[in-house]
């Protein structure tokens, strides 16, 4: 492809190395600078001409033609800034050239910035055991990303803890005289904006930006453990709003734009952040200053209702505002792209009737980030698409010219926690606590139904075909098809290790100690090898602990029990204890969800004794 009108060599050399895509089959393109639209493309006699507005929309543009051959379009979205911000904070931490790739991703999508997810995984001078053995970035790290960012005029923004959500750094002795409680910061003490101060300082430096998310997001308990010991009780709105206002004076201090997180206003006025209809903040409207972005954060809701009253709430505190959706890969192994693009159709749907320039998508790493940075492609495209007000549907052009799989294949991902006749997709995550439910303890929230090996069954057959592609992202449907493999063989294990117990049906005990938990803990393997080349194809290599004691410690539990069993076949032991005592959770025919639900913390699952 030739481009004429501007230098782009570099940048298209950039796009193949990390895509493997090549632009072949475009010949020619004109390219201008025009303030009229985010871009507009016109095409006649083998040749395009593509005006933009900005570095990055030229860049949205060449994604277009791609995609769409020989199309004359003029295209604007309703937001100034659209953004993706990536969780780095919970055990995956992204390697440069992971986010390097997700850059050109974002930039051929529409996108106009990416950013990071940290809490303490960067590095601070003279504050070693700030991201101590978390994978923390590195100035010389974050600066090379940014300059490759710079390319396709993607800004890299920082997201970093203010308040909360810093529970790793009070592992260390040295940071106990910040603390309240929990993961909070103590308010009111000098440390305590020291320390941000350094962080504020850091990340200007390593981000080369102006812009910063300062957190501030779910303190429920601010006030309520040292801060209480050393002053009383105070108001706790007080406390939050003299807080925020020593942070907003680091950040003009060092001359930063910064935003935050929405929902301790609601939290500290109403007990809840998501409660239904609208809330007036009008007796401390003007104690909130007006100097951040307060981001309304909403993943959950699918009616265009709960959105607008949010957003006539937030009016009631300033006006100054944007909104953080949810692409969905934070409930296990498998994404939820269905129900990010439910959820996001209804929040897009109330931006129309309000006056707002700044959406960003968020994906969060909740309980082991273990679904694939990548796995939200399709969400991230739909709404970048959905902006654009103009009905074009080019999700199925778009994956499949720059991934190699088209939009069903991409979709297939969802499969895993999809195992029921269920019409209307929820957020259920059976992929992940059906792996590690204990076949002998149990969990009386963990629903079972004898159907659901046949249903995984379906599943591996219809990811299957997938694994055959010389995709570059092949990789992730190579770990769901292992996954699947496992869920096939053991979602039924507790049922019938139950009840051939109970039944004393000797034939069927020997058959899961023979063949069924072998087979098991074959398959295990097998999936353990293969998410560890995704983990490390992606990630740094910290953090991929948690999921070897994970799956290691359920291999090792799966043949203590199979010890158990033979134990018990041979007349070693009398009984098997635990499922003596075990009362088994079936979901009745009569549930078209079959009981299952969204349970995403391992630790909850596997005992009921303390982890």
Not at 186 to 210: C, G, H, S, W
């Amino acid at each position: 492809m030739k481009i004429i009108g501007l230098e782009l060599s570099k940048e298209l050399t950039l796009i193949h190395d990390f895509t493997q895509y090549n632009f072949k089959g475009i010949d020619e393109v004109h390219v201008l600078q025009s303030d009229e639209q985010d871009y507009a493309i016109k095409y006649e006699a083998g040749r395009y001409t593509l005006s933009y507005r900005n570095l990055n929309h030229l860049f949205a543009g060449l994604g277009f033609i791609a995609s769409h051959p020989k199309t004359d379009i003029k295209r604007t979205s309703m937001v100034k800034r659209l953004g993706y911000m990536i969780d780095c904070a919970r055990n995956a931490v992204p390697k440069i050239n992971t986010l390097k790739k997700q850059i050109i991703n974002l930039a051929l999508m529409g996108y106009t910035y990416m950013g990071l997810y940290l809490e303490d995984v960067f590095t601070i001078e003279d504050e070693p055991l700030f991201g101590y053995m978390r994978g923390r970035y590195k100035q010389e790290e974050i600066h090379d990303l940014v300059e490759h960012a710079k390319h396709f005029g993607i800004e890299v923004v920082p997201y970093i803890q203010t308040l909360a959500h810093l529970n790793a750094i009070f592992k260390h002795q040295k940071y106990a005289s910040i603390l309240d409680t929990n993961d909070i910061l103590l308010v009111d003490e000098p440390k305590t904006y020291a320390l941000i101060e350094r962080m504020i300082v850091t990340v200007k430096a390593m981000f080369q930006t102006n812009q910063i998310n300062i957190g501030m997001d779910e303190a429920w308990m601010l006030g309520l453990g040292n801060f209480l010991k050393k002053h009383g009780y105070q108001n706790r709105m007080d406390i939050m709003i003299r807080h925020l206002n020593q942070v907003l004076a680091l950040c003009e201090k060092h001359q930063m734009k910064p935003q935050m997180w929405a929902d301790m206003f609601f939290h500290l006025k109403e007990g809840q952040y998501f409660q239904k209809g609208t809330v007036s903040f009008a007796d401390i409207e003007g104690l909130v200053p007006k100097n951040v972005e307060l981001m309304y954060w909403d993943y959950y809701h699918t009616d265009p209702t709960d959105f607008l009253n949010k957003f006539d709430s937030i009016k009631t505190l300033t006006n100054t505002y944007g909104f953080a959706g949810g692409a969905w890969k934070w409930v296990g192994f498998a994404p939820h792209n269905a129900f990010s693009k439910r959820s996001m159709s209804a929040a897009i749907e109330a931006i129309k009737k309000v006056n707002l320039d700044h959406f960003v998508m968020t994906s969060w790493g909740d309980n082991g980030a273990e679904a694939s940075l990548y796995s939200v492609l399709p969400s991230l495209y739909f709404v970048s698409n959905k902006l654009y007000n103009d009905n074009m549907d080019g999700e199925n052009a778009f994956l499949t010219t720059f991934t190699g799989y088209n939009q069903e294949a991409w979709m297939a991902l969802d499969l895993p926690n999809q195992i029921t006749d269920e019409t209307v997709v929820r957020t259920v995550n059976p992929s992940k606590y059906l792996l590690y439910e204990d076949p002998l303890l149990g969990d009386p929230k963990i629903m079972l139904h004898p159907s659901f090996q046949m249903r995984f069954q379906k599943i591996k057959e219809a990811l299957k075909p997938y694994r055959q592609s010389q995709s570059p992202y092949r990789y992730l449907f190579d770990t769901l098809y292992r996954l699947v493999s496992v869920l096939t063989l053991k979602a039924n294990l507790s049922i019938e290790l139950y009840h051939a117990y109970h039944n004393k049906d000797e034939l069927k005990l020997r058959e899961i100690s023979v063949q069924t938990l072998p087979s098991i803990i074959e398959e295990l393997m097998k999936l353990y090898l293969t998410f560890k080349k995704q983990w490390y194809k992606e990630n740094k290599s910290f953090g991929y602990e948690v999921q070897a004691y994970r799956m290691g410690g359920l291999i090792r539990r799966l043949e203590d029990i199979n010890d158990t069993l033979r134990r018990y076949i041979v007349g070693k032991i009398s009984v098997i204890e635990e499922l003596e005592e075990r009362t088994l959770a079936l979901a009745s025919d009569d549930d078209p969800t079959l009981g299952t639900i969204y349970y995403n913390q391992f630790s909850k699952y596997v005992t009921f004794g303390t982890f």
